[in-house]
């Protein structure tokens, strides 16, 4: 393991999205090293997390939800915000924009906004997830990219408004990761071909490779970065 086993030893976080895919690998990752985890997703009955790590049932367009899972824990320490939702070809319909915006960035904000002032008696971090969308466009997924370019600008947004209360913010921009999100596009040669040849390490990315990242953003090693946004990626953005 690249990090010591008790790291995060009396921290307790919250993960959004963290019954599934890159969510779970962080809600994994974290438990591991010795946070008490709540992993809260729309999937309540998810089953593939290990022993220990609590799951709650979690719709972040829903406030009332949110506030009362925060309200039920007794201390936090961190929050990753890893819920999110991407319906290709069907973004450019305006009720599915608004649904994905009001999941991806208004949830990511709802989350922070309420969380705020736990994670202002422990001085502690939140890690919100971006994307390589956020940096360029996606012309079947225009909601997803103006989400996830939102989420970018939000995180350095609030990084400066919370750094009095000594809460770090950043973000994660994951490329192209194994997850059941994807699997479509794996299986299929002809899109995941160019995919792969654009990566310079020549790989799909694992949910772990994300978590090892979030991990160091939220450890102290990582005590005076805040504001940044990390790209997971491979190298995909470099080309």
Not at 157 to 165: G, N, R, T
Request: aromatic share 6%; glycine share 10%; hydrophobic share 45%.
């Amino acid at each position: 393991m690249t990090f010591h086993a008790e790291l995060f030893a009396g921290k307790t976080a919250l993960v959004t999205g963290g019954t599934s895919g890159i969510g779970a690998g962080i809600a994994t990752q974290l438990s591991q090293l010795g946070a008490t985890v709540i992993a809260a997703g729309v999937n309540s009955e998810c089953n593939n997390l290990p022993q220990g790590i609590a799951i709650r049932e979690l719709d972040v367009r829903n406030a009332t939800q949110i506030q009362h899972i925060v309200d039920d824990l007794p201390r936090l320490d961190i929050l990753i915000n890893c819920a999110g939702v991407i319906k290709r070809g069907a973004e450019h319909q305006i009720d599915t924009f608004e649904d994905v915006i009001d999941i991806n960035l208004n949830g990511t904000l709802r989350c922070c906004a309420i969380a705020r002032p736990k994670l202002a008696q422990s001085a502690g971090c939140i890690v919100n997830t971006a994307s390589m969308l956020s940096f360029f466009g996606g012309g079947l997924v225009p909601g997803y990219s103006a989400s996830k370019g939102g989420v970018m600008q939000l995180t350095k947004s609030l990084a400066i408004a919370y750094a009095d209360e000594q809460i770090r913010v950043n973000a994660v921009a994951p490329g192209w990761i194994a997850t059941p999100l994807t699997q479509a596009l794996q299986d299929d040669a002809e899109r995941a071909g160019p995919i792969l040849s654009r990566t310079p390490l020549k790989r799909w990315g694992t949910p772990e490779d994300v978590a090892q990242a979030v991990t160091f953003l939220c450890s102290p090693a990582a005590s005076f970065i805040t504001g940044t946004i990390l790209a997971v990626d491979g190298g995909y953005l470099t080309v």
